[in-house]
């Protein structure tokens, strides 16, 4: 970005601030309580590998998440929480932008199917809305260079 703030990279730096916030509660909670890595996150893997996954994807989440659920469970929430902060305050925000549409795929491979087999298409799209948005959210942030704008990424590349 150039070294005239733009509307558009205030309004981008704003949206990266705000999904940093929200990824930052996502994963406060699962890694605060063990509530969701020993119980929560077991419910869900058994969901998708029981039908929602995409079916190359359930040997996946059976053979090598699911033995280590709890690991998992954490890193879930571990990575949500480093996603969050880089967002936040603008640190190696392409990077967190790479993890976190990575993150959102892995999930959107394992829910696919939540609406069942055989349904119009457009509701596969529509279950998936929590996602996609993101997905899109984090290839904008990488492409715009987010974290130039009111982050650590641009104050670091600033003439001293």
């Not at 990488?142 to 990424?153: I, K, L, N, Q, T």
């Amino acid at each position: 970005m150039s070294n005239h703030p733009t509307s558009l990279a205030k309004a981008i730096a704003v949206a990266r601030i705000a999904t940093g916030v929200l990824f930052l509660l996502f994963g406060e909670y699962k890694v605060a309580g063990p509530e969701f890595a020993h119980t929560g996150f077991s419910q869900y893997l058994q969901g998708y590998i029981q039908g929602a996954a995409f079916a190359c994807y359930r040997p996946f989440l059976a053979h090598v998440v699911l033995p280590h659920v709890v690991f998992f469970g954490y890193f879930v929430g571990i990575l949500e929480l480093l996603i969050g902060i880089a967002l936040v305050v603008g640190l190696w925000v392409r990077a967190a932008s790479v993890m976190g549409a990575l993150f959102l795929f892995n999930l959107l491979f394992a829910t696919w199917w939540e609406p069942g087999h055989g349904v119009p298409v457009w509701r596969y799209f529509g279950a998936e809305l929590d996602k996609l948005p993101l997905i899109l959210l984090f290839l904008i942030f990488y492409a715009a260079d987010a974290g130039a704008m009111w982050g650590v990424d641009g104050y670091w590349r600033r003439p001293v």
